[in-house]
């Protein structure tokens, strides 16, 4: 059975270029870019092509990016970097709707005498600026909000909150992971000090991420050890892994708005064709100011777990929240935080495309759904008779 796969935001295939490029550094250039000799030194310059690759896309300069292991590594460091760096500052402000790499971070300032704001959203996932901007004070380090969310696909206006924070003299990081080859940005127009990426969302493999750090931004090291990434994070580079996220970011550089309003256009398509054909679904999420790729919809009456089994039968993958909140059987607390009933928020299934699906795959989705919607509510006992 042909593999469907419309879990995107979890994970992404890595691209076959990507996978070329990075095929030599195993077993031919396994060289340690630190070492003296020009058979590791020759690493060095891959690595210098990989950021320059990088800072294109992210429209910064090669210098502002850091490599990392991960999305997680890369906010941990951003929010305990600017933390350290400002000791007499002691109120940071975030969202109610961050991935926990952000989220669980903060909530574990409260532990050392930080204050923590979350600020709210409404019923579509939107953040309250004014909230946010009477939050802001000489007290707070540091305001970190998402750039995209993961569960919904909501855009938050980072440019607008990177001024808002600029103007208060507070420094501004956005988890990026999500938006990253899905939105168009130039750093080098922006207010925006930090921001996290990670390379598995963009068609690099697990495992690589990058925080990037603008010039003149204070921060302390948060990995100590080795004079790695000039000394801003030690530990041996993932050499293979970040010649990769540099491939994926040229890869995802190229036609960014065509590729995405394709996969726009797909996610319409199923999105419209599944709101139309089974009753009692809604959407979550701000429907014009979301990823294009992503569509999270909630069904009445059902589990969204029971959904996914009977997608997976069909060899289609979603995902009923985030990669990492899934096992749990709580609500996502991303719908929760957007007041989206407790009952909705069970059934909900998150579709989260990519520049390889196909039309096909859509409409096969579209076939399948309302018989699996109509079969579980036949078993259903909350269904009103
Ligand atoms: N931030 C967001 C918005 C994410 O969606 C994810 C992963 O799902 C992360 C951070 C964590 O990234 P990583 O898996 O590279 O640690």
Same mark, same amino acid.
């Given at each position: 059975? /042909?593999?469907?796969y419309f879990d995107n935001n979890a994970t992404t295939k890595v691209a076959e270029e990507v996978l070329e490029e990075m095929r030599p550094l195993f077993c031919e250039l396994y060289g340690n870019p630190?070492?003296?000799?020009? +058979?590791?030194?020759?690493?060095?310059?891959?690595?210098? !092509?990989?950021?320059?690759?990088?800072?294109?896309?992210?429209?910064?300069?090669?210098?502002?990016?850091?490599?990392?292991?991960?999305?997680?590594?890369?906010?941990?460091?951003?929010?305990?970097?600017?933390?350290?760096?400002?000791?007499?500052?002691?109120?940071?402000?975030?969202?109610?709707?961050?991935?926990?790499?952000?989220?669980?971070?903060? %909530?574990?300032?409260?532990?050392?005498?930080?204050?923590?704001? $979350?600020?709210?959203?409404?019923?579509?996932?939107?953040?309250?600026?004014?909230?946010? $901007?009477r939050q802001i004070d000489d007290d707070t380090a540091l305001v970190t909000v998402m750039y995209a969310n993961n569960e919904t696909g909501v855009v938050f206006p980072v440019e607008k909150i990177a001024?808002?924070?600029?103007? !208060?003299?507070?420094?501004?990081?956005?988890?990026?992971?999500?938006?990253?080859? /899905?939105?168009?940005?130039?750093?080098?127009?922006?207010?925006?000090?930090?921001?996290?990426?990670?390379?598995? /969302?963009?068609?690099?493999? !697990?495992?690589?991420?990058?925080?990037?750090?603008?010039?003149?931004?204070?921060?302390?090291?948060?990995?100590?050890?080795?004079?790695?990434?000039?000394?801003?994070?030690?530990?041996?580079? *993932?050499?293979?892994?970040?010649?990769?996220?540099?491939?994926?970011?040229?890869?995802?550089?190229?036609?960014?708005?065509?590729?995405?309003?394709?996969?726009?256009?797909?996610?319409?398509?199923? $999105?419209?064709?599944?709101?139309?054909?089974?009753?009692?679904?809604?959407? *979550?999420?701000?429907?014009?100011?979301?990823?294009?790729?992503?569509?999270?919809?909630? +069904?009445?009456?059902?589990?969204?777990?029971?959904?996914?089994?009977?997608?997976?039968?069909?060899?289609?993958?979603?995902?009923?929240?985030?990669?990492?909140?899934?096992?749990?059987?709580?609500?996502?607390?991303?719908? %929760?935080?957007?007041?989206?009933?407790?009952?909705?928020?069970?059934?909900?299934?998150?579709?989260?495309?990519?520049?390889?699906?196909?039309?096909?795959?859509?409409?096969?989705?579209?076939?399948?759904?309302? $018989?699996?919607?109509?079969?579980?509510?036949?078993?259903?006992?909350?269904?009103? !008779?």
């Amino acid at each position: 059975m /042909k593999t469907i796969y419309f879990d995107n935001n979890a994970t992404t295939k890595v691209a076959e270029e990507v996978l070329e490029e990075m095929r030599p550094l195993f077993c031919e250039l396994y060289g340690n870019p630190s070492s003296m000799h020009t +058979f590791g030194g020759q690493i060095g310059r891959r690595i210098r !092509k990989a950021r320059e690759q990088v800072a294109a896309l992210l429209g910064c300069d090669p210098s502002e990016v850091i490599f990392t292991s991960c999305g997680t590594e890369s906010d941990n460091a951003a929010i305990k970097g600017t933390l350290a760096a400002l000791p007499d500052k002691r109120k940071v402000i975030t969202s109610r709707v961050e991935h926990p790499a952000v989220l669980q971070v903060c %909530r574990s300032l409260e532990n050392h005498g930080y204050t923590v704001v $979350e600020i709210p959203v409404d019923k579509h996932g939107r953040l309250d600026l004014d909230e946010l $901007e009477r939050q802001i004070d000489d007290d707070t380090a540091l305001v970190t909000v998402m750039y995209a969310n993961n569960e919904t696909g909501v855009v938050f206006p980072v440019e607008k909150i990177a001024e808002m924070t600029a103007g !208060k003299a507070a420094a501004f990081h956005t988890d990026a992971v999500q938006a990253i080859g /899905k939105i168009p940005l130039n750093l080098a127009k922006s207010r925006i000090d930090l921001l996290s990426i990670s390379g598995h /969302k963009l068609h690099a493999p !697990k495992g690589v991420g990058v925080l990037y750090v603008r010039k003149g931004t204070r921060l302390q090291p948060f990995m100590l050890g080795g004079h790695q990434e000039a000394g801003r994070r030690a530990g041996t580079e *993932n050499v293979p892994s970040i010649i990769g996220l540099g491939k994926a970011c040229e890869l995802a550089g190229k036609n960014i708005k065509q590729e995405n309003q394709r996969v726009k256009c797909l996610r319409d398509k199923l $999105e419209t064709a599944i709101l139309a054909k089974c009753p009692d679904c809604r959407l *979550n999420g701000d429907k014009d100011n979301r990823l294009p790729n992503t569509s999270n919809i909630s +069904f009445e009456y059902i589990e969204g777990e029971a959904i996914l089994l009977m997608l997976d039968k069909f060899g289609i993958c979603a995902s009923s929240g985030s990669a990492c909140t899934s096992g749990s059987l709580e609500p996502s607390h991303v719908l %929760r935080a957007m007041g989206v009933p407790f009952t909705a928020a069970h059934g909900s299934i998150r579709f989260s495309l990519s520049r390889y699906n196909t039309e096909e795959e859509v409409d096969y989705t579209i076939e399948k759904m309302p $018989e699996i919607v109509n079969k579980l509510r036949e078993l259903s006992p909350f269904v009103p !008779k």
